[in-house]
């Protein structure tokens, strides 16, 4: 069966740090894979997808990035953090046919 | 553009009592439909969903949905609420044109009063 990891679970990062969120994929090859953002009291916004590796598009414009290195590893960056990156990270894989999510990252920049 | 709209932010049910949760979409033809839940700091998990065929489609934990293509509606209910089932729900369609991603309302936060 297929299954989604993410991690970390939990993330404090100062202000102007780095940031690398980790999810991979199991049981499918070449998955569409997706990060989403939900920040407090909002829905969720679409960051970035990927078709397929090195295949990565953006949907809004923000200070952060994404890598797919491998088929099934999907990586959120950034270079320096800003408080309004502070939010609910998720991950998937899927399509319009449904989506498997991540169990998240809860990310506080302070 | 295609856009999915919970007019809910919050909803408050007894429990044992009835559940409906209303969600509307815009969408040029028929989209896939789906309902998640999340529970807090958790992700989201697929309640039900529709693709075709009949318009009432049965879920997990009790829930269903009925489509109606007249309203561009989706609306999830459920017969009797739990205490467990005061959660986040999130309605979102999918495109089955272009490139698939599904697009998701703001959602509903279920509370459950005893």
């Known amino acids: 069966s297929q299954t989604i990891h993410q991690w970390p679970a939990t993330l404090v990062q100062p202000v102007g740090s780095p940031l690398s969120l980790e999810c991979t994929v199991e049981g499918t090859s070449n998955p569409n894979l997706y990060w989403y953002r939900q920040a407090a009291g909002r829905g969720l916004q679409l960051l970035f997808y990927s078709v397929g590796i090195g295949q990565i598009s953006s949907e809004v414009p923000q200070n952060l990035s994404a890598s797919r290195p491998q088929d099934r590893q999907f990586i959120l960056s950034s270079k320096k953090l800003l408080l309004s990156d502070s939010g609910f990270y998720l991950c998937a894989w899927g399509g319009s046919y449904g989506y498997t999510f991540g169990s998240g990252t809860r990310l506080t920049v302070v | 553009a295609q856009s999915v709209t919970q007019p809910d932010i919050h909803i408050t049910v007894s429990e044992g009592a009835s559940l409906e949760l209303r969600c509307n979409y815009s969408?040029?033809?028929?989209?896939?439909l789906f309902w998640y839940v999340q529970s807090p700091g958790q992700g989201l998990q697929l309640l039900l969903k529709y693709f075709s065929g009949d318009t009432l489609v049965q879920g997990i934990k009790g829930f269903e949905a009925e489509f109606k293509r007249s309203q561009s509606s989706f609306n999830l209910r459920k017969p009797s609420v739990h205490w467990s089932d005061a959660a986040e729900y999130f309605c979102?369609?999918?495109?089955?044109?272009?490139?698939?991603?599904?697009?998701f309302g703001t959602g509903t936060r279920l509370l459950v009063s005893p």
């Open positions: 969408y040029g033809a028929t989209p896939y």
């Open positions: 979102a369609v999918g495109l089955n044109t272009g490139f698939q991603k599904l697009v």
